[in-house]
């Protein structure tokens, strides 16, 4: 095409040259590129002019060929849809279409700084071309601007003309001139010699010729002959020429080219008009070469800007970018029209058609038929939809389909299988089928109506795992068939438990119409589909509801508008002012707002927040670890602090999975608590108190009519299981049923009868049984172990289990009887054997009802004439009734059952609806807010906050949405993981894999990119840098990162061959090579001293995920390394990645690997170290991306078939692995040499190399050290303790024995063991005893002869001391005397020497009064024994005697159904009982006369004051606001007192703290007392670090990494758990050296000699001997060295030291460092640098005092944190202040609180909180203690007992409020309980002066004058004016206290009462305050560590709490020997 270019422009060229006249040339070479540039541009604008395969061969098509196969002009249809497209275009990326619009724009598309300055510098003809880029001899060709560079040089399809002739008119000296002229003559000179000019294009220019053409390419663009340009471009501008202007871009740099700042300057200017002017005129041509060229003129930029110093204009940078983006937008647009071209077989026109609301969200069997056509719509991507219908139906249908389809194409596949002769086993995808499925039983469970499934009957020998199956999810759902899917049943499934699936039984809820009498009798096929249907139907369902009027945001869900406009509430008030960080700005507009730095954010950060907060509808796209969660943080606090700005209401978050959404509130929970998450499936338990469940359990709210209702539904599940179970047992059929049921559908008299008679049961089992033929038992055939046992609860009135009892009593009875008793019992049993072989062949016959013969056979009056086959026949259809009855009754309780739910269902949405409408956030996934998408349209959230929008379906997106939204902010990257439909065809031909987020950058809409990230270090980056993201920086933060320990590369990919395997039923892929190796691998970086959390390892299927997790599981070391696979892991990170790529095999199948999102995901996750293992060369050869990610691996030498160990005590020692058995080389983790370090015993270690530490290493060489006196030697190992000295040594004893002994055995205490031959004095034996043993002490050996009185002999040895008459001596043979009482020969089985008792041995008695027999004692009396057994007798009323056959009958407790008479409603009572209104429990139907439904049951009378329904009335409560009433309460009658109580009116008062008040007026008692604040403190801590915690919390001891650096390693312990350096002190130089360790106090004062050592410039330094020198020269440097002296105010002279502090690099003079440093050495905290504050820690000359800092910190962080024993103590003072002060009787109350104070510290004596907890407590009890004593004090001054009483109740509520908590005592806290103290003091005085003033009063009539009356009159008017301060709801603050205080003593002395009041305050706060904050603890001269609770230090001064030494702000000199 380049060549058909070049024969057109020389056409142009030739007609022109022909014109005689110059002049003549502008008219010619308009009027040619009017008829030829025209439709050149439209084909280059379309993309017509190439496709995407000329991007490697850049052929071009014909343009002269294009018009004469079109005939140069197209047809008015195409030029309509090119018109179209065009304008299409335009609108979509706001083109201008004029040059005064571009030249108006102020940024993006065109840059109007450079175009004017490019016509100021024309108009002064003083354009200035640098020279100094070329050879200063130069030939012809040189001058022309060609180098002749070497073939390797040169690129593909550039023509080189090595000849030194130049083009005629285009040499350097002409190209100049050229630029002298005016634009549009310029542009007409170029176009008539267009020829020439695009032969020099293709030429290799040289830097001057380059920089030419560009600043005349840029000139041209200001011309208004919009034709002409587009002609000269699109001929001029091709790759060839773009390839060198960004070849010349880095070769500024590289070949070090001389040009001045001015000229790169204007050359970058000159470039961007040029690109920005063609991306406007030819877009689609511009998105496919200029992409990279953007880019790489950003990065030439940014080179030059740091090597070259180039001043970079800041706009010019932001210009680039903003084109950057502009092109891969218009490159994203032109990849869709491309597809939409290729796939313009399933576009179709919508048509509006069925109303989609019509179709039903569950499949129905005809959407299920292989008949079923769908005209599906693709989703519109390229522009708007026609109106919201469509855009609804075409979602709709889409999101249908995409579940439906693979249910369809499943069942039909199944269907076509069966219907087939092979018997060949075929995966049938996305369906699961079941076979011989049976359902079993149904009952209510959890609101639902439940039924169990047996879908395996041969469960136990299947071998599945349920516990990681992902089938039989909760709502997935499941299809039933019996007729091949002729017809279906659906269900959901409810409960998935392990225990019950290993059984194959699986329980779920039916849906839609059921045939419940088929429902049990049928086996069933099963279908369960893989297409999870839970997230589609309440998305469907929800889509919908939607509807023209409330469906939101139209003009860009529907219009696609890019025009930005202001969120809705801004719009109404335009002056809105936000603050934020305590400054106030103008939110619309952008030059007020705070900085960036204040703000805490990157500068992209930063405009993307002013985006969201300022554009309706924000789109912000965020590539990997840019901080996206951290911005929509930021963006949800700023919105809350100004909530009231907005009108109020909750921000709704959404995030498309549960951890995403727990991450994202668990970062809100940090400004605000009032949040709410709807949804179970959290997994955070932070947030665990959030719940909706449980916020709105601890609302305390009523309960909307709840209690009833639920009441109600358990009734109903009763009545339904009650049904179910009688059901089954119909079914069942195992017995007789009883009358009590079977007459109600009996209909004949005689069984009418039977049912009232006292025998009726019996009586009708006897008819029953009519003419049965009894045989013979032996030969019934009856097993009786066929029955099974059943419980039945007198269902049946004869089962075939109570037969078979009677049959085994009988069995029994008939072993134990004789004579004629044992025939009568043996008839018996013939009897029963046969009644139980005909009932069971009767129950078990096939029933089929004749009735007409049954409806003859009931018409007879007397039914004992009937043959007894008609008998069973009218048996078994009453039975049948009883079975409809029952069915119809379910359908009925099930129907109410639905009713009632539904009720329920919407009393608790009012109920969440009042919740959440009080939240300030509500949190939920896409699926939760489409399932309460009712509840959202009542609440309105009008802001909205989309995270992981990208991932989220469009429809999941906008169902979120209500009608009140005004404002939505999506946050999300399409470069990352897209939607994942279920069917294929649908994501890529209908685009539902295109999310909202997608789809409005693809329409033009204008989106903020995030481009620094924080993740990933520089080598992770790059795979993904510019691969995917085309401009992405690193942090610094990033670049600090150490090496991964233990391996040599910290990026590797270990590429390999081994094949991967199926898994899951086929479904997935695993490969075991390299789950074994990855495994092997994060078992060597465990070893290495990581830990298992900052390792994860991915998977990229989940077949494979499994096997990992299995390899994991054998090794107990990293079992808490989590796996998982990539998809689940989008929006974490961990330190290491392990990365499984699993695809390995012989057809090259990538699979998911294909995708650029998953695979920008899974390289993307890492932040130091990333491992890869897969088949490289097999994924390059697939994939693009692939390919690019293989050429940066190269480059970087990271990939290879071996990963390269490195050992870290060893680095010379590499291990190369390549599977998982290598790593066995090295199974420490270290390499193959051994360890030899030196031990602490002195000893070298002796295993293999490890870099584990010694701290637990056993040392197994023999100890050899001196034990003894006498040299013996330890032999034990060395790990072991040596001991006592156990060497044998002889030694001769005392008593002349010799014998060895260990040596350290004194032998003077050692007892000889040695045995000797004695004559005993007692019994005159002779035995043998020990050397040692006294000889009175020896027993005698001989046995005793003595014969006891029993006749047995003594079993002992002779015993003269003890018992020598045997008196208390026990036989223990055994007894030989029969048992007591024994009717028997039952022998006493007891010893000889215990007491005989009663017979036990159990024999068979029968019993006199009821024949039964029963096991007994032996010695049992028969006549004593009372029967237990049941009582088989009748009662009058039917019914079998429930009573013991001892007990009298009577009172029958059968529970039997009646209907009470007053209110017809039946009860369940027992049969004895009548039934009363009293005990109705059903619900009440009567309406109350306010309206209302009486919410009470039946049996309770109706009462209007027991209405709970709040009303529309609102009423004044005593604090000002108005609350809803309830209906009950009337508008007059309401007291404001109690309303105050409910009020919910947000308190908003800016706190102590300064943050603003989230509580309600309610909540803070009307703003007496607060609730305590929960903002974050972010206050600095005396260790250096920020604080975390809470603002209401005492900051809390450091958990960030520790800051501790010595001169030989880094502390990598927690902040305060420094370990102790062991190494030798380095401070050292030619006067003294330290001896210490380097953690010790150093020995050695600073020294003070001149340093001797030179420094680098060779002048002298000016430091200290021994101290590091300072990088300062007095001679070099003089300027850096006065500003050293100057920064602490020093005065110094040429002899002056100065001090380096190396920690943060500044120089300071000695003298006044020092100086600085002992002024603040009173305060507690690290010693740091006197300007920025960095703690130090390195310099040798303040060492000591640096640890003496540091040992004074970790000392209060201990006092803080309390040792244990220290805040039992404590705890125990505690208790004893509670036991010992009496507290009076009214107080009981208050002593309950005390009580349960002291249960608290008891239980946490040992698991505390630290001393905060006490000391809080302590101070909380000087309240209460305060409280009670000045109640004791003035309460004998009350002379009314109704005075007193008031006083109590008033102490008891303070006290509750201050005992009902344990936090810590916040300074607001403690200012509102004073406020409230002063205010309980008033009211006391108050009391005590209205009883002194009834007392004056009483007198005053006695005596009265007119003063005294007039002055009890003033008296009185004081009393009420303070009585009504101390009424007054509101806060009482100090100064009331004071002028009521002053006032009552006027009163006091006018009254002549006595002596005045004295002020009374609260316990101060210095106690209660333990922060550990720099500023608020200080160290007093005698060394006291004390609080001054936040006192300014620098004004006033303060005293230590235990010396009271006086401290004055910066006046401490105390430590200051410690500097010098």
């Not at 995407?52 to 196969?69: F, L, N, P, Q, S």
């Not at 369906?431 to 047996?454: D, P």
């Not at 102490?1851 to 908590?1861: D, P």
Request: charge should be positive.
């Amino acid at each position: 095409m380049e060549k058909d270019h070049d024969s057109s422009g020389g056409a142009a060229a030739t007609a022109d040259e022909s014109a005689a006249e110059e002049g003549n040339a502008a008219a010619i070479v308009k009027k040619m590129a009017s008829s030829n540039s025209g439709l050149l541009f439209k084909k280059i604008e379309f993309g017509q002019e190439k496709n995407w395969a000329a991007k490697i061969t850049e052929k071009r098509v014909d343009c002269g060929a294009c018009r004469k196969r079109s005939g140069a002009t197209l047809s008015d249809g195409q030029n309509a849809k090119m018109r179209k497209f065009r304008q299409g275009l335009k609108q979509s990326f706001r083109l201008p279409s004029s040059s005064s619009e571009i030249n108006q724009r102020r940024r993006g598309n065109f840059r109007p700084a450079a175009v004017s300055a490019i016509v100021r510098r024309n108009d002064s003809h003083s354009y200035r071309i640098a020279r100094s880029g070329t050879p200063r001899t130069q030939n012809r060709g040189e001058q022309a601007g060609c180098y002749n560079n070497s073939p390797a040089e040169r690129k593909t399809g550039m023509e080189l003309h090595p000849d030194d002739e130049g083009i005629p008119g285009f040499q350097v000296a002409d190209m100049k001139e050229k630029l002298n002229m005016n634009s549009s003559k310029l542009l007409t000179h170029l176009q008539a010699r267009s020829k020439n000019f695009t032969t020099l294009l293709k030429r290799e220019l040289g830097p001057n010729m380059i920089m030419l053409v560009v600043e005349i390419l840029a000139k041209i663009t200001t011309s208004n002959d919009k034709e002409l340009q587009a002609s000269l471009l699109a001929h001029s501008i091709h790759s060839s020429v773009l390839e060198q202007f960004s070849t010349f871009s880095f070769n500024i740099i590289a070949q070090n080219m001389a040009f001045s700042a001015e000229e790169l300057t204007n050359y970058f200017e000159n470039l961007y008009v040029l690109y920005n002017t063609f991306v406007q005129m030819m877009p689609t041509k511009a998105s496919e070469i200029l992409s990279d060229h953007c880019t790489r003129a950003v990065m030439a930029l940014q080179n030059l800007k740091l090597m070259r110093k180039l001043p970079v204009p800041p706009k010019l940078e932001e210009d680039y970018r903003s084109l950057m983006d502009h092109v891969e937008s218009l490159n994203q647009l032109h990849e869709s029209v491309s597809q939409k071209r290729r796939r313009e077989k399933v576009k179709r026109e919508w048509q509006p058609g069925i109303d989609f609301r019509e179709l039903s969200v569950i499949p129905l069997p005809q959407d299920l038929s292989s008949k079923m056509k769908v005209n599906l719509c693709p989703a519109v991507i390229d522009g708007p939809y026609k109106s919201v219908e469509h855009y609804l139906d075409v979602q709709f249908n889409l999101m249908r389909e995409d579940f439906l389809i693979p249910l369809r194409e499943g069942i039909m596949n199944f269907i076509d299988h069966q219907s087939s002769e092979s018997s060949k086993y075929k995966r049938i995808e996305n369906v699961r089928f079941y076979q011989g499925v049976r359902f079993l039983k149904q009952f209510v469970e959890g609101g639902s109506l439940v039924t169990e499934v047996l879908f395996n009957p041969r469960a136990k020998s299947s071998r599945h795992n349920w516990s990681r199956s992902k089938r039989f999810l909760f709502g997935a759902l499941l299809c039933f068939s019996s007729d091949l899917f002729g017809s279906i049943i659906l269900g959901l499934v409810v409960d998935r438990r392990v225990e019950l699936l290993e059984k194959g039984i699986l329980r779920c809820e039916l849906v839609g119409e059921v045939n419940e009498g088929e429902l049990f009798k049928k086996e069933f096929i099963m279908a369960e589909s893989e297409v999870y249907f839970e997230a589609y139907q309440h998305v469907l369902k929800a889509l919908q509801n939607f509807t023209e009027e409330n469906f939101p945001l139209k003009e860009y869900l529907i219009d696609v508008s890019p025009d930005a406009h202001y969120p809705t509430y801004l719009e109404r008030l335009p002056g809105t002012i936000y603050r934020s960080k305590r400054i106030e700005f103008h939110v619309l507009n952008k030059d007020s707002w705070p900085s960036k730095e204040k703000m805490e954010l990157n500068e992209s950060q930063y405009k993307a927040l002013q985006s969201a907060l300022t554009k309706k509808c924000a789109v912000i796209q965020g590539p990997p670890g840019t901080g996206k969660t951290y911005l929509g943080l930021k963006i949800a606090e700023v919105l809350l602090e100004n909530s009231r700005e907005w009108l109020r209401g909750p921000i709704l978050v959404v995030c498309y999975t549960n951890h995403a959404l727990d991450q994202f509130l668990e970062g809100i929970l940090s400004f605000t608590k009032n949040i709410v998450r709807i949804g179970s499936q959290s997994k955070n338990e932070k947030l665990d108190d959030y719940n909706l469940r449980v916020v709105r359990k601890n609302k305390g709210l009523r309960e909307f009519g709840l209690g009833d209702v639920i009441k109600e539904m358990n009734e109903c599940t009763k009545t339904i299981n009650g049904c179910n179970k009688r059901l089954k047992m119909c079914m069942k059929i195992e017995g007789i049923i009883s009358l009590a049921h079977l007459h109600h559908v009996a209909d004949s008299y005689m069984v009418t009868n039977f049912a009232f008679s006292s025998r009726g049961d019996l009586q009708f089992q006897e008819w029953l049984f009519a003419g049965l033929y009894f045989q013979n038992s032996m030969r019934s055939g009856i097993d009786l172990n066929d029955i099974k046992p059943i419980n039945h609860n007198g269902f049946y009135s004869c089962s075939l289990y109570d037969i078979k009892n009677i049959i085994n009593e009988l069995k029994f009875e008939e072993s134990r009887a004789e004579g004629y008793e044992l025939e009568d019992i043996r008839n018996e049993i013939i009897t029963w054997v046969s009644r139980l072989g005909y009932m069971k062949r009767k129950l078990s016959e096939p029933f089929e009802p004749n009735m007409d013969l049954i409806q003859r056979l009931t018409k007879l009056q007397n039914l004992n004439f009937l043959h007894s086959d008609h008998r069973w026949m009218l048996y078994r259809y009453w039975v049948l009734k009883l079975v409809q009855n029952y069915e119809s009754d379910l359908v009925r309780s099930r129907g109410y059952f639905n009713r009632l739910n539904e009720q329920k269902f919407e009393l608790m949405e009012k109920k969440n609806e009042y919740v959440i409408s009080k939240s300030d956030v509500i949190g939920m996934t896409t699926t939760a807010a489409a399932r309460h998408q009712n509840l959202l349209q009542r609440v309105g959230p009008k802001i909205v906050i989309v995270e992981e929008a990208a991932e989220a379906m469009e429809s999941h997106v906008v169902v979120c949405l209500s009608a009140q939204c005004e404002h939505l902010i999506l946050i999300g990257d399409h470069k990352q993981l897209r939607p994942s439909p279920a069917v294929y065809r649908l994501a890529k031909d209908y685009h539902l894999e295109i999310s909202l987020f997608e789809r409005l950058l693809m329409n033009g809409i204008r989106f903020d990119t995030l481009r620094i990230q924080h993740r990933m270090r520089p080598d992770i980056a790059d795979l993904v840098f510019p691969a995917v993201y085309p401009v992405l920086e690193n942090h610094p933060s990033v670049l600090a990162y150490d090496n991964i320990a233990g391996l040599k590369k910290n990026l590797f990919f270990i590429t390999h061959t081994h094949q991967e395997e199926k898994a899951m039923d086929d479904s997935s892929k695993r490969n075991v090579h390299e789950a074994k190796f990855l495994v092997a691998l994060c078992k060597h970086i465990i070893l290495q001293g990581y830990d298992a959390s900052q390792i994860t390892i991915l998977a990229g299927y989940l077949g494979q995920m499994f096997l990992l997790i299995e390899e994991r599981d054998k090794y107990v070391a990293i079992q808490d390394v989590r796996i998982t696979v990539v998809d689940n892991f989008q929006g974490e990170e961990n330190d290491i990645i392990l990365l499984s790529l699993v695809r390995n095999n012989e057809e090259g199948k990538i699979g998911f690997l294909a995708s650029e999102n998953r695979t920008c995901v899974a390289l993307s996750r890492a932040k130091k170290g990333l491992y890869i293992i897969g088949n490289l060369d097999m994924l390059a050869d697939k994939s693009r991306l692939w390919s690019k990610i293989r050429k940066v691996l190269l480059e970087k030498e990271a990939v290879g078939t071996h990963l390269t160990l490195q050992c870290l005590k060893h680095p010379d020692q590499l291990t190369e692995v390549s599977k998982a058995e290598d790593f066995d080389d090295i199974p420490s983790g270290g390499c193959r040499l051994k360890c030899n370090e030196k031990l602490n015993c002195g000893h070298t270690c002796k295993k293999v190399c490890h870099p584990q530490s010694h701290g637990k290493y056993k040392c197994y060489e023999i100890c050899n050290q001196v034990m003894c006196f006498r040299d013996h030697r330890c032999e034990k190992q060395c790990w072991k303790k040596c001991g006592e000295c156990m060497v044998p040594v002889e030694s001769t004893l005392p008593c002349g024995h010799v014998t060895k002994l260990p040596c350290h055995v004194d032998s003077r205490e050692y007892k000889c063991l040695v045995r000797v031959s004695v004559q005993l004095p007692d019994c005159e034996h002779t035995n043998e005893k020990l050397c040692s043993m006294d000889i009175n002490e020896a027993p005698c050996s001989f046995p005793c002869d003595t014969r006891l009185p029993c006749g047995h002999a003594c079993a002992f040895t002779c015993h003269l001391k003890r018992d020598p008459q045997h008196l208390e001596y026990k036989c223990l043979r055994p007894c030989t005397r029969k048992n007591v009482n024994c009717q028997g020969e039952h022998m006493c089985e007891k010893k000889c020497f215990e007491k005989c008792d009663s017979c036990k041995v159990k024999v068979k008695k029968k019993l006199p009064n009821c024949e039964h027999r029963f096991d007994m004692d032996c010695s049992t009396d028969p006549s004593t024994v009372e029967c237990l057994k049941p009582c088989k007798k009748q009662l009058d009323c039917g019914h079998a005697c429930r009573r013991k056959c001892m007990e009298p009958c009577g009172g029958c407790l059968v529970k039997v159904e009646k209907e009470i008479p007053d209110c017809q409603h039946k009860i369940t009572v027992k049969c004895c009982d009548v039934p009363v209104r009293s005990l109705c429990r059903e619900k009440c139907m009567k309406v109350l006369s306010c309206g209302h439904n009486c919410s009470s049951s039946c049996g309770i009378p109706c009462d209007v004051k027991s209405c709970v329904y709040l009303s529309t009335r609102k009423a004044q409560a005593r604090c000002g606001h108005e609350v809803q009433l309830y209906c009950q309460e009337s508008d007059k009658g309401s007291d404001p007192d109690t309303l105050m109580l409910r009020c919910q009116e947000p308190c908003v008062k800016i706190l102590m703290c300064g943050h603003k008040c989230k509580g309600t007026c309610a909540q803070c008692m009307q703003g007496r007392i607060h609730i305590t604040c929960q903002e974050k403190c972010e206050r600095k801590l005396i260790c250096g670090h920020k604080c975390s915690a809470p603002c209401s919390n005492p900051c809390p001891p450091c958990r960030e990494k520790c800051k501790f650096r010595c001169e030989h390693f880094q502390c990598k312990e927690k902040c305060g758990y420094c370990l102790p350096c062991k190494k030798k002190c380095g401070w050292r130089c030619e006067h003294q050296t330290c001896r210490k360790n380097c953690s010790d106090f150093c020995d050695r004062p600073p020294c003070n000699e001149p340093c001797t050592r030179k420094l680098g410039c060779g002048h002298e330094c000016i430091g200290f001997c021994g101290e590091r020198c300072p990088n300062l020269c007095r001679v070099c440097h003089p300027k850096e060295v006065e500003d050293a002296l100057a920064s602490l105010n020093a005065t110094g002279d040429k002899n002056s030291r100065f001090v380096l502090l190396p920690d943060c690099g500044h120089v300071f003079e000695s003298t006044s460092l020092e100086k600085s440093l002992t002024e603040s050495a009173h305060e507690v905290k690290l010693l740091q640098c006197p300007v920025c504050h960095v703690p130090i820690l390195r310099a040798y000359r303040y060492k000591n005092a640096a640890k003496l800092c540091l040992n004074r910190v970790n000392q209060l962080r201990f006092m803080v944190i309390g040792y244990l024993h220290q805040v039992s103590r404590k705890v125990e003072k505690l208790l004893d202040k509670f036991r010992m002060y009496p507290l009076e009787s009214g107080f009981m109350e208050s002593w309950r609180l005390v009580d349960k104070l002291s249960e608290f510290t008891k239980r946490n004596k040992k698991s505390h909180g630290g001393a905060v907890i006490p000391y809080s407590l302590e101070a909380r009890m000087e309240f209460v203690l305060s409280i009670i004593d000045h109640f004791r004090e003035l309460r004998g001054k009350m002379d009314s007992s109704k005075m007193e009483q008031q006083c109590v109740d008033s102490a008891n509520s303070l006290i509750k409020i201050l005992l009902g908590n344990v936090h810590n005592i916040t300074p607001q806290e403690h200012s509102d309980y004073e406020g409230e103290f002063m205010r309980f003091i008033i009211l006391m005085k108050l009391c005590v002066l209205k009883s002194s003033m009834a007392t004056s009063r009483r007198q005053t009539m006695k005596n009265s004058t007119g003063e005294k009356h007039q002055k009890s009159v003033e008296c009185e008017k004081e009393y009420e004016k303070c009585q009504k301060w101390v009424d007054n709801p509101s806060a009482f603050f100090k100064g009331e206290y004071l002028e009521m205080i002053r006032q009552l003593n006027q009163v006091f002395e006018s009254l002549n009462l006595g002596k005045k009041f004295h002020p009374i305050f609260a316990v101060g706060l210095r106690n209660i305050v333990f922060d550990l904050h720099e500023g608020s603890w200080y160290e007093c001269p005698n060394g006291h560590i004390f609080s001054v609770c936040g006192l300014d230090q620098g004004i006033q001064a303060t005293n230590c709490n235990q010396c009271h030494v006086e401290i004055l702000g910066g006046s401490h000199q105390f430590f200051s020997s410690l500097y010098l």
